[in-house]
């Protein structure tokens, strides 16, 4: 075990490399503007809206497994896609996703602000990337979707939303 | 003749005048004729004046309707965005402070080879977290425990405070947390809510070697150097595994100071790096060097060093953990017995057969004192279900084996019911 006899020059000397170039996990990555002008190449199309009403409020709370806080939920929407801003807490504090829909499938789904302190690692491609071209089969996802260890409630944060803007977008297209 | 002619032409002018003027009204009834219609023009004008008239009411009534939709619609927009965002201001007001928690209960059935049986039931744990974020940047996490319900004089139970501390976000690239954490190490020391594991009992090689749960007071400086690549570097206290008071071997678990009036005299200094780069797939690995692992108390020990390094893997259906950690201890006292060593290993493969049922099956070898020849080593073979009726409720049964170096072989089931909020 001769090799672990000096790790505290060595634990001093990699928190410094480290700490020059880390990125935090924490932050918003995109403001909510900047996420439609990218999805809609600078045309973004006048929002709507759909009302939580008794029937879609059930469903909605069904998808979300808890009710949803708000009266309604906006959203924007061109011959092509749709685009969505949803919030959903993780362990304890909401998540804001982008969710393009596009033919009924996703298109692309982004972390635009995170505020755990754990899970961050939901927002990186390799992780989102699993969720391209998704489509909703009796209410649930068509696909597994494989977790971050250690991140469970982050990961189930995000196939809730993309769940809720699936069908969201067939209910209002 | 010529005359004659002329005469028959103007009489018979007279005749078709004459005759003519007998089928055409007179003046005074072309007059009233006139007058009649006349009467009717008047009327038709004033129908039309009066449809204008009602068209142009219409009208302003159909933009007075419009003018009051369109501020209804406002008024409804103002009032829908006034009281999402009061919601909001109130749910964002109340989730400044959380509370969290989980708990376990757990049934054992087993029996060693000389027939002796423990049968127990047992609330292991019930826990609570509070959590406050005093803004953006600075925040509070606790965890507060009960362990086997009844705490206090001659009770089999405790509470422990097992985390409270500060975290702070220096920048968007820094992040650091002060005060009482758990340890950077292994698979279930910080994530060990019991809907998150297989198995009712936790593993035996993280409980003896990391030693779970554990934690410790200090401060820990945390970061992302890329995507999903992580590390951590904490200096904190350490543990003292000295043989005093009812502690009789230098065993890591008997160690624990749980922060309570622990000897500081010398401290411990952890680093872990993680990669969790790819859906599904964790990596890492722990180094943890303590200057003094009896905190200056016995002067036949000294320093010590943990490694431990392991995988989680969930593609798919299938899973997969593997672990190895090991400890060596300097000086001649653990030496002696053997507990200059302290390693351990498991794997555990498991397989989520639909969103409600898992199977698992788990072997473990562990060992305290592997740094003689003496045989101290102990090996457990799980095998078991997870039934989750929902996601944060689980219900577990699971047979074990067990080669105990002493006593031989035990076996037997444990049933566990646990949850998280």
Known sequence: MSQYKDPLRVLIFMGLILSSFTVFARGVYQTDQDFLTEVFNNSVPKSKVVWMKADLASTVAELLGH???GLRIRYWRNEQRSAWILEEIGKEKPITFGIVVAEGKIENIKVLAFRESRGGEIRHPAFTQQFKLVQLDDMQLDRNIDGVSGATLSVRAMTVVARLALYLDKFTG | MAILKKTVVAMSVMVAVSSVQAATPSNEEMWVLLQQVQQQLTDVQQQNNQLLVENQSLKTKVEQTEKTVLEANETVEALAETTEQAVKAVSTSANNTTIGGYGELHYNNLEDEDGDKTKKVDFHRFVLFFAHEFNDRLRLFSELELEHSIAGESQNGEIELEQAYIEYDISSQYRVKGGLFLTPVGIINETHEPATFYGTERNNVEKHIIPATWWEAGAMFSGEIAQGFSYDVAISSGLDVSKEGTKSTYKIRDGRQKVSQALADDLAYTGRLKWTGLPGIE????????????????????????????????????????????WDLDGEGPKAD?????????????????EYFGVFTRYSEWDNQAGNAVDSEYDQFDLGVNWWPHEDVVV?????????????????FNVGLGYQF
């Open chain 1, 67 to 69: 009710k949803y806080a």
């Open chain 2, 283 to 326: 990596l890492a690995a722990t180094v943890q060097y303590q200057e003094d692992i009896t905190q200056s108390q016995d002067p036949t020990a000294g320093s010590a060093t943990l490694f431990e390094t392991h995988a989680v893997i969930q593609r798919g259906d299938f899973g997969l953990r593997a672990l190895y950690a090991i």
């Open chain 2, 338 to 354: 053997g507990y200059d060593e302290q390693t351990g290993w498991y794997v555990e493969p498991s397989y989520r057969i639909n």
């Open chain 2, 396 to 412: 577990k049964l699971d047979y074990q084996n067990q080669d105990k170096p002493a006593n031989g072989e035990s076996d037997g």
